[in-house]
């Protein structure tokens, strides 16, 4: 899987919009982008994926410029319940890939 | 009801003795996970095995062990050897598309 960094932590207030962007400067080709949540004590939980350019649904947004060696997670009008870590990894999207996690993004969103 | 189900949620074992953690799902996934995480740390992977009857290495192997006998269970046993087991242990699967898995609930190991 190629590398990515993303902010150790981060802090918001309730209703506001969040961008979380992870850097990966040598994504391959056939590479796309996986975003995860996990609160404390629980396993982490498929947000969204994409390849290029944008993909939105219920939860998230993740934008991805052309160059594709960077993305953003945005998160609309965060609530509390949001308060989570957020995990950027990427990869080739083929079955039995070995799923290797960093040290995701600590969002805090305070009332 | 489709998932990913471990057990127990909660272990407690004496320094020395193996302990064995269950993860059992019915996605008809091929690929299962084990993944160990240490408080306030990302998830570091132990095993992983893509279909039955193989499995490889993680990054952090050594003190653990696994088997694949069935499609449905991939068990995690923790030995002696494991210099320091106290952890939360998560089991995952996924199918055809690889960077998209579910993950149990996970199990709170603690040696005493």
């Known amino acids: 899987l190629a590398k990515t960094t993303q902010p150790i932590s981060m802090d918001s207030y309730e209703g506001q919009e969040v961008n979380i962007t992870c850097s990966h400067n040598?994504?391959?080709?056939?590479?796309?982008i996986t975003w995860y949540q996990q609160f404390p004590s629980q396993g982490p939980r498929f947000i969204i994926q994409?390849?290029?350019t944008k993909v939105t649904n219920e939860v998230a947004s993740l934008f991805i410029p052309a160059d594709r060696k960077s993305s953003t997670l945005s998160l609309p009008r965060v609530s509390l319940s949001d308060t989570a870590v957020y995990y950027c990894?990427?990869?080739?999207?083929?079955?039995?890939?070995?799923?290797?996690f960093g040290g995701g993004t600590r969002l805090m969103v305070k009332p | 009801d489709g998932g990913i189900t471990q057990s127990p949620k909660y272990l407690f074992r004496k320094e020395g003795q193996n302990v064995t953690l269950s993860c059992e799902q019915n996605?008809?996934?091929?690929?299962m996970y084990w993944y160990r995480q240490d408080p306030g740390q990302g998830l570091r992977l132990i095993y992983y095995?893509?279909?039955?009857?193989?499995?490889q290495k993680g990054d952090i192997a050594e003190g653990y062990s696994v088997s694949r006998e069935k499609k449905e269970s991939f068990p995690l046993t923790v030995t002696s050897a494991q210099k320091n087991p106290t952890a939360f242990y998560l089991c995952a699967s996924s199918m055809d598309r690889g960077l998209v898995a579910f993950f149990g609930q996970g199990t709170r190991l603690t040696v005493v």
């Open positions: 095995s893509q279909i039955v009857n193989d499995f």
């Open positions: 996605l008809n996934h091929d690929a």
């Open positions: 994409g390849y290029k």
């Open positions: 990894l990427v990869g080739g999207n083929n079955a039995g890939n070995m799923l290797t």
């Open positions: 040598n994504i391959a080709t056939n590479d796309y």
